[in-house]
């Protein structure tokens, strides 16, 4: 889920928008706000534009009646701020990483080819061995 605020603008994002039975009720509530200029759905990418006067409607009660309605509440900032982990390679290392793991790759079907069970055994190791080093280095992206 993401929200975006701007003083008179209000952008959220959550897969929640994209059933009628969520908007529908939600639409109904920011609608009877005072100030409310436009409110847009977009069901497609589960979007919500709401702009809004903040002179007339203070941007902490808009955010109070969608954190109300909606079924996961709004977003909360995180308690403190998480360092980006150091990456486990460098760029050379990386692009080794991926000839080595190429290689091994082909010399496993290699093995297999040639009715090889050891060289396709153990290159097949070598091979998961450099995935997990590649899964180590992209694990930022791969956990939240």
Same mark, same amino acid.
């Given at each position: 889920?993401?929200?975006?605020?701007?003083?008179?603008?209000?952008?959220?994002?959550?897969?929640?928008?994209?059933?009628?039975?969520?908007v529908w009720p939600l639409?109904?509530?920011?609608?009877?706000?005072?100030?409310?200029?436009?409110?847009?759905?977009?069901?497609?990418?589960?979007?919500? /534009?709401?702009?809004?006067?903040?002179?007339?409607?203070?941007?902490?009660?808009?955010?109070?009646?969608?954190?109300?309605?909606?079924?996961?509440?709004?977003?909360?900032?995180?308690?403190?701020?998480?360092?980006?982990?150091?990456?486990?390679?460098?760029?050379?290392?990386?692009?080794?990483?991926?000839?080595?793991?190429?290689?091994?790759?082909?010399?496993?079907?290699?093995?297999?080819?040639?009715?090889?069970?050891?060289?396709?055994?153990?290159?097949?190791?070598?091979?998961?061995?450099?995935?997990?080093?590649?899964?180590?280095?992209?694990?930022?992206? /791969?956990?939240?």
């Open positions: 889920m993401n929200l975006h605020t701007l003083p008179g603008r209000v952008r959220l994002r959550a897969p929640a928008l994209r059933k009628a039975l969520v639409q109904a509530e920011i609608e009877k706000l005072p100030g409310i200029q436009a409110a847009v759905f977009n069901p497609r990418v589960g979007s919500l /534009l709401i702009r809004y006067d903040p002179a007339t409607l203070p941007q902490e009660r808009l955010l109070a009646v969608l954190d109300e309605h909606l079924p996961t509440g709004l977003p909360r900032p995180a308690a403190e701020t998480i360092k980006a982990s150091k990456p486990l390679l460098s760029p050379d290392e990386r692009k080794a990483l991926a000839y080595a793991m190429l290689s091994t790759l082909g010399t496993s079907l290699l093995g297999l080819a040639i009715d090889s069970k050891k060289v396709h055994w153990v290159s097949g190791l070598l091979f998961l061995g450099g995935l997990l080093l590649h899964l180590g280095d992209k694990r930022k992206f /791969l956990l939240p």
